[in-house]
């Protein structure tokens, strides 16, 4: 056994004490040389640092109880190890009390760094979002002031032509001049029709319009209905830069609900106007309805129809319209129109407007004021009939007539396309070989439907009929069809676009279509 030179060890001791600068008196914790902390410090606050310093901390919080002290004297090791067990008891729980602290305090300081990071993200998003405050809202100054100065521009050049129209009009209309009602076709000197004269205060000039004898309706101001019609429609798009319509929402939704809609069936608003919600309304409703404007900018919207080439390409269930009527230079030609747009004979157009009495007379726009026998001559002529009628003047200013077309059956031919093989002829279709009829290109809701063709097929067995949708590509129903009256039945489970009826001549005999109509 190797004997332990106590004096020795503790010589060494004292010689490493002394190597170190430290003397024999008791040690203090202040008395002992900290090494200093790398680093800067500034007095201002850098995030950059403050997140190096935490991710120090982060590693370095768990302070070890002793230090690896292996190697060198085995006597001294020895030594140290039993020093260390010894102080143990004393040094440990100051150790795990400084790591706990330590702990909470690096917890404290991720906490603050996250607090720091998430206020980061929220002021990145606050700025985000006042940016897009700030872009929006001067766009909308922007708008704002560049309609406004349109506006005004407008105004003034719509003052300034007309003054110029009513100049011309003055020098060049006559008494002796002939007018004709556009109603009844009645027609007679200038000078003779009683009149009835207003100021338009759009800017319009001064109006004057003439009274019907013979129906009653109240028409002009000619000035205005003798306008090429692109001229017209340049006076509405410019009209709408200096002045904007009154809502009309409650009117249209009236005028919908007097048709008795079924949410199978497809309605068109005619004349919506760019402003109109009641679309969305009833679409919301689970109505399927659709919105006509030519005077609309073209739109994504597919419920919104901007083009007549567009509008012809269906068929509707019914049709109706608030403040429109009074609007239309020649009312019979748009109401026989519309009427060829309607699905089935029993398919209604309900037209609400205040100018079915002599009212708001002061704007050149409103060319019609239905007064008299006019309603009634004018739906006998577009081959109409009056089925309904609500009048609310006095308590909501709305008053509404309901149309249906006199016929029991809607006839497609004129609206069917016929190719190079084929003619009309005598108000019929004849198909000579190679001949092609096709079309109307509808779109048809889900239901079911009847229809009647009418044929001549000079002998030979039968023909078939093809019903189509998605222009040929999809078949809906085949019919073989033969000589005379055909009933022709079908259904659609959904909505159906672009819905022909093909008839295509293999034969060498002409085939002559009749009547193919839908009941």
């Known amino acids: 056994m190797q004997k332990i030179d106590v004096e020795q060890i503790m010589n060494e001791i004292r010689a490493e004490i002394r190597e170190k600068g430290y003397t024999e008196n008791e040690l203090k914790f202040q008395d002992i040389p900290i090494p200093a902390v790398p680093g800067t410090d500034n007095g201002k606050f850098n995030l950059a640092e403050l997140h190096n310093q935490i991710n120090a901390c982060n590693k370095d919080w768990n302070n070890p109880m002793y230090f690896s002290t292996s190697g060198g004297n085995p006597v001294k090791e020895f030594y140290r190890k039993a020093m260390r067990k010894v102080s143990r008891c004393v040094f440990w729980p100051i150790v795990n009390y400084q790591n706990k602290f330590n702990s909470d305090v690096v917890r404290a300081l991720n906490q603050v760094k996250y607090y720091i990071d998430s206020d980061d993200e929220k002021y990145a998003a606050i700025k985000e979002q006042l940016l897009k405050d700030m872009k929006k809202e001067l766009e909308r100054l922007y708008d704002e002031q560049t309609s406004e100065k349109l506006g005004t521009v407008s105004r003034q050049l719509m003052k300034v032509k007309w003054k110029q129209i009513d100049e011309v009009a003055k020098r060049e209309e006559k008494s002796t001049d002939i007018i004709r009602c556009n109603i009844c076709g009645y027609h007679a000197q200038r000078g003779s029709f009683e009149t009835k004269e207003t100021e338009c205060i759009f800017n319009g000039g001064k109006l004057i319009r003439y009274v019907c004898p013979e129906c009653g309706v109240i028409f002009g101001p000619t000035k205005f209905m003798n306008l090429p019609q692109n001229e017209i429609d340049e006076d509405y798009k410019v009209h709408y830069y200096g002045f904007s319509e009154g809502s009309s929402f409650d009117k249209e939704i009236e005028a919908f609900y007097m048709l008795n809609p079924d949410k199978n069936g497809i309605y068109l608003n005619y004349g919506c106007g760019c402003w109109s919600k009641s679309i969305q309304q009833l679409r919301a409703e689970g109505y399927q309805v659709y919105g006509y404007e030519p005077y609309a900018p073209e739109t994504d919207n597919p419920y919104m129809i901007t083009s007549e080439a567009e509008l012809v390409k269906m068929k509707f269930d019914g049709i109706y319209s608030n403040d429109l009527l009074e609007h239309l230079l020649d009312p019979i030609d748009a109401l026989r129109f519309m009427k060829t747009l309607l699905m089935h004979p029993d398919s209604k157009m309900a037209h609400s407007t205040a100018c079915y009495i002599y009212k708001y007379e002061y704007t050149r726009f409103h060319t019609h004021f239905f007064t008299g026998k006019s309603v009634e001559i004018m739906c006998k002529q577009a081959g109409l009939k009056i089925i309904d009628h609500r009048n609310a003047m006095e308590e909501r200013d709305f008053i509404c007539y309901v149309y249906m077309g006199d016929s029991d059956r809607n006839d497609y031919k004129s609206c069917l396309y016929v190719s190079e093989y084929g003619e009309r002829k005598d108000g019929m279709i004849v198909l000579h070989t190679k001949g092609l009829m096709c079309g109307p290109y509808m779109t048809l809701g889900k239901g079911q439907y009847q229809m009647q063709c009418v044929i001549g097929l000079n002998g030979r067995k039968d023909i078939l ?16 069809l033969v000589e005379g009256k055909n009933h022709i039945s079908f259904s659609l489970k959904q909505l159906e676009k672009d819905v022909e009826f093909v008839i295509s ?13 839908m009941f």
């Open 465 to 480: 009929l093809r019903i189509t949708s998605e222009k040929g590509k999809k078949e809906l129903a085949s019919v073989r």
């Open 505 to 517: 001549n293999d034969g060498t005999e002409d085939v002559v279509i009749e009547e193919l109509a």
